[in-house]
């Protein structure tokens, strides 16, 4: 039976600033999603920020500030539990709308995107769960160092889009850049979670052969 571990605050814990902070702890479960490049046009992304914006306001934190992301860790925690459930399920609803051209609801893309997610479980991470929406990926991995999420993210991305871009004739950026992490905090956090992918695709409306499913017996 493999043996989960989950963030603790005690332990190091190694913050890599790219266009979004993201957090790694060795050994640590990991809720990974990242997202193709047309997934979210730009006027739905403007309403989505505009609407974070307005709620930052109405608690007293300036949006454009550096900080921002500070001040709402300030907030009492029923305020931060509110943005976060408000904001993240807005964010996923988004991607669960199908927007772009929704490339990897073709099995044969899809496909291409499983393999890269299992071709190195138990070697340089444990995948447990994972899903290949139309548009986007969700996953559950354990990383043994703190810089290999980030890395490990890289490299599929990098791989796949190419894979990709030949069986399509296409060039060019396939993938966003950033993704959303974030570090499994109990055993209830990593069972919403799980459930979250397993359910995916029912709650997109998806057809068979849209979508792929995995997860690891536990």
Request: charged share 25%.
């Amino acid at each position: 039976m493999t043996e989960l571990h989950f963030f603790d605050p005690r332990e190091p814990t190694a913050i890599v600033e790219r266009k979004l902070p993201h957090w790694s702890q060795a050994g640590v479960v990991c809720f990974i999603t990242f997202r193709t490049h047309d997934s979210m046009p730009a006027d739905v992304l403007k309403r989505w920020r505009d609407e974070r914006s307005r709620w930052l306001v109405r608690h007293g934190i300036a949006p454009r500030s550096s900080n921002w992301r500070e001040k709402l860790l300030q907030l009492e925690p029923a305020l931060q539990a509110e943005f976060y459930r408000h904001f993240s399920q807005r964010w996923h609803d988004e991607l669960d709308a199908g927007h772009g051209a929704c490339l990897l609801a073709n099995p044969q893309l899809g496909g291409v995107v499983e393999e890269s997610l299992l071709k190195f479980d138990n070697d340089r991470y444990e995948m447990l769960d994972f899903v290949v929406m139309p548009n986007h990926v969700h996953l559950l991995a354990t990383f043994a160092q703190e810089d290999a999420m980030l890395e490990q993210c890289d490299s599929w991305k990098h791989f796949t889009a190419w894979q990709i871009n030949q069986q399509c004739g296409t060039s060019g950026r396939f993938w966003q850049q950033d993704g959303f992490d974030h570090l499994v905090r109990s055993a209830d956090q990593f069972e919403h979670f799980r459930r979250y992918i397993a359910e995916n695709p029912a709650k997109a409306r998806l057809q068979s052969g849209q979508w792929t499913h995995y997860s690891k017996p536990l």
